[in-house]
Structures are given as C-alpha cells and as structure tokens.
C-alpha cells in the first residue's frame, strides 16, 4: 500500500537512511518534523547531532575523492598543501534550513566542501594585503616574497574591476560606510595609489596591457605610457576582465574522529540586530545550534597554475608566491564562515606536505626512468629493467648480471648478446680475468669462465 509522505513517515525514512552521507541526512531527512507540518523548535540541537555521523563507506569516499584529486593534479604545474584546522570549520551558514544555520555540502555526494571559489577569495585578499602592506604582514617563509606586487596579484588571481578594496567610493557606497571604515578604506587608496608608482619599471606591464585592452588602438594609447594605464584604471576597470593562471580546486576535509560537530551562538541583542530598539540586558539569549567541521581536521588545498599564461619574471617563481600567499591566509585570515570571531583557522601539516613532496619526487623520477628506457633497444632495456630490481646495494652491477645470468634469466641468442655487455661491465669494474693461480677460489675468475662459456654456445 502506497506510503503518503506525511512528517512521521520522514521521521522514519530519517531512520531508515542512518548509514547515508551527513548531508542527505542534513537536507533531506532531517528529522525535526512534528505531526503539524512544523518544525520542533526545541528539537534543533538533538536533530542536529543524529546528523553528525560520518559512516564508514562514506569516509571511504573522501579518501577516494582526495586521491583522485592527488592523480588528477601534474606535479609540474601543481602545489598542493596539507592542513590541519585549528578551531572549528563551517561553511555555507546562509543557506536556508529549519535550524536558521545551513552548512555547505557537494551534491550528489553530500559531504562537506570548501568551494574552490571560496579558497580563491580568501587567497587573493591574502596576496593583496601582502602586496599592498608588507611591512604589516610578511614575516617568516613569507620574506620569499618581497618584492611581490598587485601585477603578481592580477597575473595569477586575474583582474575583476569589481574587486580590490582601494578603488573610489560613490556617494552611495560612502553613506553607508561608519568613519572607521571610511578612514580604513582611505588608507587603502593611498596605498594603492603609492604601490602603482613602482609599478612602472616592471618589464611584464605592457604585456598585461595588451592583455587587459584587447583592442590594439586602445591598448596603443598606453603602451608607451604605463603611468597612464594605470592612472586612469578606474575609468578603464570596468572593461578589463583577464583569467587569472590559477585554477583552485575544491577542498574536501577529514573530520577528525569520522564525525562533524554541533556549535552553539546566542545572539543576546536580538532585537537590535534587527534594528528593533537599542541593545541592553534585559533581552533574551537566542541559542541556535549549527554544524561545524571539528578543530583537528585534515584539508588539502589544490592550486593548478597555468604557466603559460604568466610573463618570465614570475613563471619560474610563482609556486613560492603561492605559498607565501597560502602562509599568510593561514595566519590571519582563515577559511570559511565566521572567520573574524576565530572559526576556519588553518596551519599547515608539515609532515603530511613533506611526504606529498616525496610522492611528487617519485612520480618525477618514475617518469623519468621510463623516459629513459624507451629511448633503449629491447635488450639494454631489459638490462635496466633487471637492475632496478637489484636490492643488495653492496654487489656491483656487472656482478649481479652475471648472477641472473647463471640463473637462467636470458637464454639462447639473447643470454649471449647479455653476456656480450656483462663482459664489459665487469672488464670496467676491474672483474674480469682470465687467468689466476687459484681457480677454485678466485670468483671473478669463476664470473670470467662462466661469460666466456656463455658468449662461446657451449
């Protein structure tokens, strides 16, 4: 008989579906549903924490996506960088959801992200604010970067007139601004202005003018005066939209113990946060719970750079620019919601990036060897094949043929064209002789009869 999907019958698909990813059970069997088509005003907290469960084929799952993230990235291109969070994560706390708070989950999977995107914007303020102020920010690993600018910032993030906290305000946009925030973003104009001026001497500015002015008569006008170019970009802004070289993935966290977390914020001024009355004591306290990624978590930023598309003077040098870009967002920014009250707080893993270092430098040299052994004749590669697998470093390379050889490896035609080079091999490691006083104990003499009798058929 045929189920009518009324609240209970949600409550029981809740159920049913425990073993499902966090964010099915999140988004579509949420079970806070009364008899009365409403949600349990009382029941947040306890709804939310039966959603917390990561079960194990779905933790399987992140590791799988986390790896196909791994193979899918070419070293050459790629800087990965492991995390640990330091204080809880959450993220898309503006979507809609009975409990006021949403969290942000990949559909069809319904696990818990950090949008590509919204790493991208977190980096791009970093690299401003290390272009524009390093005398405030820069400090350890992020010296590397000294001489970093806003053209390093429009050539890697590209340039959206939109963006950039330094630009003229509108009489609108200044009535809404307090004077603490019309004071900051004077600064920020100033210094904007100032950092254009050494701008100039950049050899690669005339190339993003001809890549920001597509129009030649139009980019012809500045060519010979990048002080002009950049002098009137705020009138140009509006027109020039150039693809930044980096692509940044989406990130997938580990949540620490195969869980996700229940927060707490209460709001005690409600009222006049809603512009209501004035704040005072006499308010009530509103608890609303949210999710979180717990503190302790793992993370892995993905950032593909283009080179291609970037000038020479930065396309040697742009995965340290990253990086310093990357250690500053660790420090001061964070990532994700509610950054400003401590949430998303990162460190890099250190241990974990040394060992992703190492798996790049063996893919590198894997590569490599089978470059190598395609440019070989079918006989010197099966040589370099058999010596890769050689474990006892102490025995010589011609030594140790001579084994394989004895034991049967190559045979007939091609066991002689093996000896043919072994011969020489042990002739260069000072091995070969003909001729000794105790034949019985001497056994490169013993090595020496055993190529000779191989290369003579017998």
Known sequence: MTQVAVPQRVADI???????????????????????????????????????????????????????????????????????????????????????????????????????SGVKGVLRRAAEELALYPEDYRSGDAAVAQDF?????????????????????????????????????????ARFKTHCQGLTDRPDLSDFIKRALPNPKEAARYLDESTKFLANLDSLRSSIHTLGALN?????????????????????????????????????????????????????????????????????????????????AF???????????????????????EERLAEQQRVREEAERERRLAQLSPMERSIAEALAEKVDRGLSEGVYLVQLLEAGRWQGDEGRAVAAIVRDRLKD????????????????YKRTQTILKILSGK
């Open 331 to 353: 420090e001061w920014l964070g990532f994700g919601a509610k950054t400003a009250v401590g949430y998303g707080q990162m460190v890099e893993d250190v241990a974990a990036r």
């Open 149 to 189: 600018t806003l053209l390093d910032v429009w050539w890697l993030f590209g340039f959206e007139g939109a963006s950039g906290a330094w630009w003229p305000l509108t009489t609108k946009e200044e009535k809404q601004l307090t004077p603490e925030q019309k004071e900051g973003h004077a600064r920020w104009e």
């Open 14 to 116: 809740a159920e049913e579906f425990r073993d499902a990813a966090p964010g099915h059970r999140f988004n579509l069997y949420f079970p806070i549903w009364t008899q009365s088509w409403s949600a349990d005003p009382k029941g947040k907290t306890s709804a939310l924490e039966r959603t917390t469960r990561i079960p194990s084929n779905v933790r399987d799952l992140v590791k799988r996506l986390r790896e196909r993230q791994r193979a899918l990235a070419t070293p050459e291109a790629h800087l990965s960088v492991p995390a640990k969070s330091e204080s809880p994560f959450a993220t898309g706390l503006g979507n809609e959801h009975p409990v006021e708070n949403g969290f942000a989950f990949l559909t069809p999977y319904g696990l818990p992200y950090l949008a590509g």
């Open 248 to 328: 940044v993935w989406d990130v997938f966290p580990d949540p620490k113990g195969g869980r996700l977390a229940v927060e707490i914020m209460t709001p005690h001024y409600t009222d006049y946060y809603q512009g209501k009355g004035t704040p005072h004591d006499a308010g009530q306290p509103n608890p609303i719970p949210f999710l979180v990624v717990p503190a302790g978590s793992d993370f892995e930023f993905h950032v593909i750079c283009q080179v291609e598309r970037l000038p020479q003077p930065i396309r040697d040098r742009w995965e340290q620019l990253v990086s310093a870009v990357f250690e500053h």
């Open 429 to 444: 490691e000072k091995k070969w002789k003909e001729a000794t006083k105790k034949p019985d104990k001497d056994k490169d």
